[in-house]
């Protein structure tokens, strides 16, 4: 594969990661904000969102430096805890980074 080729994969990847934190800050304002406060879920939902939020802001910083092994390898880990459509974005992003580094 050609070294163009690979830096257009990982602008792809880095695509991925920037808009899967952006969703996973997205969605975590909006649960800490507006969510549904029932008192047996409020622990629960308050405490995945601010996860989410955190996620979300680690994938900001990370998808300039999604070339470098270890930052792929963080947000993969960080993408499947996180869940939903923003940690499967990141979660996807980090992987096709990954490959593209040892293709």
Do not use: D, N
């Amino acid at each position: 594969m050609s070294k163009m080729a690979k830096m257009e994969v990982k602008g792809v990847a880095r695509i991925l990661v920037l808009v899967g934190g952006l969703l996973l800050i997205l969605f975590g304002l909006f649960t800490v904000l507006g969510g549904s406060f029932e008192s047996r879920y409020l622990g629960i939902s308050i405490s995945g969102s601010i996860f989410g939020i955190g996620v979300g802001i680690v994938a900001l910083y990370g998808h300039s430096r999604i070339g470098e092994v270890i930052w792929a390898v963080i947000l993969l880990v960080l993408g499947y805890f996180a869940g939903g459509i923003g940690g499967l974005l990141v979660l996807l992003g980090s992987l096709v980074a990954l490959i593209m580094h040892f293709v």
